[in-house]
Nanobody, 122 residues
Framework: QVQLVESGGGLVQAGGSLRLSCAAS????????MGWFRQAPGKGREFIAA????????IYADSVKGRFAISADWAKNTVSLQMNSLKPEDTAVYYC???????????????WGPGTQVTVSS
């Protein structure tokens, strides 16, 4: 089982930037794919982005494409999400995810970490 702990959230004005980090531990593997999800108040959990630990292409949801960038450092077991041009609709709790492939990361159902709150003011 992989343990995931997110950090880096906060309050930012629209148009601003934040960088989230996720520390992975436990039974992680260099073959894994890491991802980010978010859950806004009153809504379901939404897939945002994914990246293989080593090599391979990144994928993004249309809602964040061109504004967010995911990166991964296998040596440090850390996955980051650089968020630029933030909008009020990006307000949500952000969660990290781990799965065995790009094909399955979107269907990740846990276990989830505590998440990190991002609030974007207008």
């Amino acid at each position: 089982q992989v343990q995931l702990v997110e950090s880096g959230g906060g309050l930012v004005q629209a148009g601003g930037s934040l960088r989230l980090s996720c520390a992975a531990s436990g039974r992680t593997s260099s073959n894994y794919v890491m991802g980010w999800f978010r859950q806004a108040p009153g809504k379901g959990r939404e897939f945002i982005a994914a990246i293989p630990w080593i090599g391979g292409s990144t994928i993004y949801a249309d809602s964040v494409k061109g504004r967010f960038a995911i990166s991964a450092d296998w040596a440090k077991n850390t996955v980051s999400l650089q968020m630029n041009s933030l909008k009020p609709e990006d307000t949500a709790v952000y969660y990290c995810a781990a799965s065995s492939s790009i094909a399955t990361i979107r269907g990740f159902r846990g276990p989830w970490g505590p998440g990190t709150q991002v609030t974007v003011s207008s």
